[in-house]
């Protein structure tokens, strides 16, 4: 028997946000509650198909459940739909592309300078 792939931004969205004020940026961030589901899921494998969203760094990039122009980002959408992808090299992407990417799960829910979820030592799966 297969295990079937976690259901990534479905897990995801289960996520409960409620506002924390952090002193080292004098403003208020939206910090999760991750449920057991999820929790169990931590530093395992998951694989999140997504539109990639580039940023100015080598080996991370943003991958969002919804289009730029909806996203976290732009468009208004919820940090539950919005994954930082790390890997070794980024290879050449277009913007909003759709990716899937494989990596381990980490749930961040201290580090305001990182995402939420976030992929570790990433694949981008052909």
Request: proline share 6%; glycine share 4%.
């Amino acid at each position: 028997m297969v295990d079937q792939e976690p259901k990534g931004w479905e897990l995801f969205e289960k996520v409960k946000f409620s506002p924390k004020y952090f002193e080292e940026a004098e403003a208020y961030f939206d910090v999760p509650t991750f449920n057991e589901e999820l929790k169990a899921l931590e530093k395992t494998e998951v694989t999140l198909t997504g539109h990639y969203i580039p940023l100015e760094l080598d080996s991370i990039f943003m991958l969002s459940a919804l289009p730029f122009s909806s996203c976290f980002f732009c468009g208004g959408a919820g940090p539950e739909t919005v994954a930082e992808i790390q890997m070794e090299k980024i290879p050449a992407l277009a913007p909003d592309q759709i990716v899937k990417v494989k990596g381990r799960l980490r749930l961040n829910d201290s580090d305001i300078n990182h995402m939420n979820f976030i992929l570790e030592d990433s694949k981008i799966i052909k």
